[in-house]
């Protein structure tokens, strides 16, 4: 099955406590990204990826590191996790913009305290 | 100001009522036009795409984009318990990866 998925899909931890939130695709797709969602407003991109060893940042890419070394995987790194960090995160795959759909992995909510 | 507006509702319809959802944009260059759907603890999944102006129709489903307006609407025709779930328009410039989404609508088809 074509899919994004997404490890782990619900976190707690607390400020300070460096965490990845992976992020791996089967679908053989360049392009990766990643995006929260806040109350209010909507998805924000926080990094993405137009291939390997590809990556640019989004709107909102304080407080956030990606790798991408591998085209299957897209993990996302927080170094230093702070309570405004608190989000439900989305990884997102395509074949390069614009052609092709964007598939959006199962959502990843953190919460910082 | 945002670039795209959507109001987060939150819409609450009877089953088989036609449902309207809306998003503005100030953008004029926003070429590609979207409509993702989002069950409760799920991703968001496409729905609809349009280029430029014009309407869309899949289904229950119809997409308009009027770009003199700067405003896109979703219908859903004969709406099920199955449609609830939030709807987020989506805008992207040609040629740019970037998406810009809407803050989402959430809808609630009751039996």
């Known amino acids: 099955e074509a899919q994004v998925t997404q490890n782990p899909r619900y976190l707690i931890t607390v400020t300070g406590k460096k965490l990845t939130v992976t992020c791996s695709q089967n679908m053989n797709h360049e392009y990766m990204s990643w995006y929260r969602q806040d109350p209010g407003l909507g998805l924000r991109q926080i990094y993405y990826s137009m291939n390997v060893e590809v990556t640019d940042k989004g709107d909102v890419p304080e407080g956030y590191k990606v790798s991408r070394k591998e085209k299957r995987n897209f993990p996302l790194i927080l170094e230093s996790p702070s309570p405004n960090q608190t989000s439900l995160y989305f990884c997102?795959?395509?074949?390069?913009?614009?052609?092709?759909?964007?598939?959006f992995g199962p959502g990843t909510r953190l919460t910082v305290l | 100001q945002k670039e795209v507006e959507q109001d987060p509702g939150p819409l609450s319809v009877p089953e088989g009522a036609i449902v309207s959802l809306n998003c503005t944009y100030s953008?004029?260059?926003?070429?590609?036009f979207m409509w993702y759907r989002q069950y409760s603890r799920k991703g968001p999944e496409l729905l609809m795409y349009t280029y430029s102006s014009g309407n869309k129709e899949d289904g229950r489903f119809t997409a308009q984009v009027d770009k003199s307006s700067k405003y896109i609407s979703l219908f859903i025709r004969d709406s099920q318990p199955s449609d609830s779930a939030t709807y987020l328009c989506a805008m992207r410039i040609q040629g740019a990866q970037k998406l810009v989404f809407g803050q989402g609508t959430r809808l609630t088809i009751n039996p």
């Open positions: 997102a795959s395509s074949f390069p913009p614009p052609r092709g759909r964007r598939f």
């Open positions: 953008n004029s260059a926003f070429q590609y």
